[in-house]
């Protein structure tokens, strides 16, 4: 089990499914530095089968003759293995990353709920939940666009009225719009579900505010997020009501 982890998480998970994939991205804002990228890249990946070659021999022995001609006598097996140290990590921009991959992942997990093709493009509005989320939006905001297929729009206000949905990642909440003239049976019954329970959600708000108890008892500044709180709920409200055409 863990042998097959590491190959998963190195070589299937990170290199391929995001490294890669960001690497595209990157190449195509800036096509000027594109060797240096892809000779970074090539790099990168012989390190990770000289890592991986204990656990595979053949299949990293195969993939290393292939990477570069003029190895036929050669052999990956004498090759010194990367070496480790925890002084050469730094932990915030592996953070950052699982944060990022997280968010696109849930992006993607929304679309398919929803039945929407990635070829469909899509917009969406982010919420940070804090100040280091809302700077690393800012400096991946073409990589999430890019890999989910979607325009980032500054707010709701920005937007008619098309179908929307849901979803929140750690330090995100996202919303997105798409388009469509009528609702299909199963965004129609998610849609309910969510309206209903925006009305709970709003009305145990409403229900706390009314409590004097609790209005003379609380902090300011709480009763200030209760409201605000049940506002953004309440314009929630209304916008599912819009497009389900409930009044």
Known sequence: MTILR???????MTFCDWY???LKVKIQKDPS??????GNAISIYEE???ILHPVIPFVTEELWHLMKDGREEQSISFEKIPDSSESLIDSQPIKDFEKIT???????NLRANNELQFGKKIIAVFKPFDESSKALLESMQSYIEKLCNLEIAANTFE???LLTANTVSEGFEVQ????????????????QKDLENLQQYVASISKKLANQNFVSKAAPEVVIKEKEKMAEAEEKLLK???IIGKN
């Open 6 to 12: 590491l190959y998963i998480t190195l070589y299937g």
């Open 20 to 22: 890669l994939e960001m």
């Open 33 to 38: 530095n594109a060797l240096e990228s892809i």
């Open 48 to 50: 990770i089968l000289k």
């Open 102 to 108: 997280s968010l696109i992942n849930s992006i993607r």
């Open 159 to 161: 937007i008619g009225n």
């Open 176 to 191: 997105v719009f798409f388009e469509g003239n009528e609702l299909d049976g199963k965004q129609a019954e998610k849609m």
């Open 240 to 242: 599912i009501k819009s």
